[in-house]
Structures are given as structure tokens and as C-alpha cells.
């Protein structure tokens, strides 16, 4: 308890939990995304499952701290003019998880421009989606698990009692997001251009991820050493596009122009 009457583990749990959140905004993204493929009773029980499962996968993570770490050992590497690196096994499942990001955001964009990006399921397939659903989100869980565990582990190295804060701030946001992920899956829903928007961004992490687990495999192109995205950067991005958007939607409103319809 004498952990708590410091004045610097309150300071370091607050930025943890807002840690987790930012980070959980991309989980929440892919959960509303996958979700929709779902009949309307089922989306909120994919979306409090899939969220439930990140705070198991990362409190199981916490637990295995010392596993993660010896993952950073290169397991194999790639010796090829103009190009190599040492795959460790988190730079493969950051890497991994990138891929997977680019490969199921792109087939999303195709689905919903040719307009396949809502179907109506009847009772029999509806079974077959949510699983195939939860397996979707299992897998990206595992990769943003992995990606938030790393980066609190960095925020508490050398830190007294930092396992016990790490679950606290895993514990605490994801019951934050629990009450806010519905909402925002719901609105996310509601407007196609914020649904491009979102696929966008999973694009965009896609990305990161790639160069970050490629930055952990100490990878060098062309002499030149891949380097990590700063997430601040994205996040820029994103909350300047989500701004942006929010600011047409108004200005459609105004204007009485439903968004996706264009004006006379």
C-alpha cells in the first residue's frame, strides 16, 4: 500500500491508463470494423467480447514479461544484397500483424466501394460470422497486446511495483472503453465516410507496425537503418483527419445534405 501514497505512481498509473487507451483506440477501430459484418443483436457482444479478451491477452502478457523479453533475441536472419536484418520473435509478430492489418483493411475498402460491405445474414450463417469474427479479433488483439505490453514495460522499466500498476492501467481502460466502444461502434456505423476514415487509419498502423517490428529486427536497407514511425505522429494524423470529417458532417447538416449524397 505504501506504493500508493506516492505522488509519482498516481502520476505514472494516470499516464499509463491514457497510454492504454490511445493505444486501444486502434483495437476499438478494428473491433466496430469487423463487427459490422454481424447481424445488428449481435454486434455489442462481439464488440464487449473482443474487449475483454485484449485485457485477458494483456494481463496474461504482463504475467509473462520476462518471455516477451527474451523474444527480442533474433531467431533467425536474412542476409541479401542491399537488405538485412535479424527476426526476433516480436519483430515477426508485429511484422505479421502489419500484413494482416493491410490485407483485411484493403478487402474492407474493396467490400464497401462495391458496395458488398454489408450482407444479410440469415440464422445459419450468422454462427459461422461471429466465429470467424472473434477469430478476426483474437489475432489483432494479440498483436496490439503485444505492442501495448512493450511499450508500458518501457514506461515502467526499473520501476517498483510496476507489474501490479500495469494491470491497474490495463484493468482501468478497458472497462473506460468498454462503456465507450458501443457508442462509438454505433456512430462509426452510422457514417460510411468515418468507416473509410477508420479503414484508412488501420492502414496507416499497418504500416507502423511493419516498420517497428522491422526497426526491432534491426533491419538496413541500403545501408540505411529502418527507423520507428513516432505514434504521436499517427495520432496526429488521426484526430486532424477525424476534425476534419466532423467539420464536413457539420457543414453538411447545415446544409441539409444527408453524408454519402451530393448536393443538386
Known amino acids: ?9 498516481w502520476i505514472v498509473l494516470l499516464t499509463l491508463v491514457f497510454l492504454e487507451i490511445v493505444l486501444g483506440i486502434d483495437n476499438i477501430i478494428f473491433i466496430s470494423i469487423a463487427s459490422s459484418k454481424l447481424p445488428e443483436g449481435e454486434q455489442k457482444r462481439a464488440t464487449n467480447i473482443g474487449l475483454i479478451l485484449a485485457m485477458v491477452l494483456r494481463i496474461v502478457l504482463l504475467f509473462g514479461v520476462s518471455w516477451l523479453i527474451s523474444m527480442s533475441a533474433p531467431w533467425f536472419h536474412l ?4 537488405f538485412h536484418a535479424g527476426f526476433s520473435g516480436q519483430s515477426l509478430i508485429l511484422i505479421t500483424g502489419g500484413l494482416f ?5 484493403t478487402v474492407e475498402i474493396r467490400d464497401k466501394v462495391e458496395g458488398d460491405g454489408h450482407h444479410n445474414l440469415d440464422d445459419k450463417s450468422s454462427g459461422s460470422t461471429f466465429q470467424k469474427v472473434l477469430i478476426q479479433i483474437t489475432l489483432i488483439n494479440i498483436v496490439f497486446s503485444f505492442d501495448s505490453i512493450l ?3 518501457g514506461m515502467t522499466n526499473g520501476m517498483e511495483g510496476a507489474l501490479i500498476l500495469m494491470i491497474i492501467a490495463v484493468v482501468a481502460s478497458v472497462i473506460i472503453m468498454l462503456l465507450f466502444a458501443n457508442p462509438v461502434g454505433n456512430f462509426v456505423q452510422k457514417h460510411p465516410t468515418i468507416q473509410m476514415l477508420g479503414l484508412s487509419f488501420l492502414i496507416l498502423i499497418g504500416f507502423m507496425l511493419i516498420a517497428e517490428g522491422m526497426h526491432l529486427a534491426h533491419a538496413v536497407v541500403m545501408d540505411r537503418e529502418i527507423g520507428v514511425i513516432p505514434k504521436g505522429y499517427l495520432y496526429f494524423a488521426i484526430a486532424f483527419s ?3 470529417e466532423f467539420l464536413n458532417m457539420r457543414m453538411r447538416k447545415n446544409n441539409h445534405v444527408l453524408p454519402g449524397e451530393g448536393r443538386a
Not at 1 to 9: G, N, P
Not at 101 to 105: A, C, F, N, R, V
Open 1 to 9: 500500500m505504501e506504493l500508493f501514497l506516492q505522488a509519482d505512481t
Open 79 to 82: 542476409d541479401f544484397p542491399g
Open 101 to 105: 492489418l493491410l490485407y483485411k483493411s
Open 151 to 153: 511499450t508500458a514495460v
Open 242 to 244: 477525424l476534425l476534419v
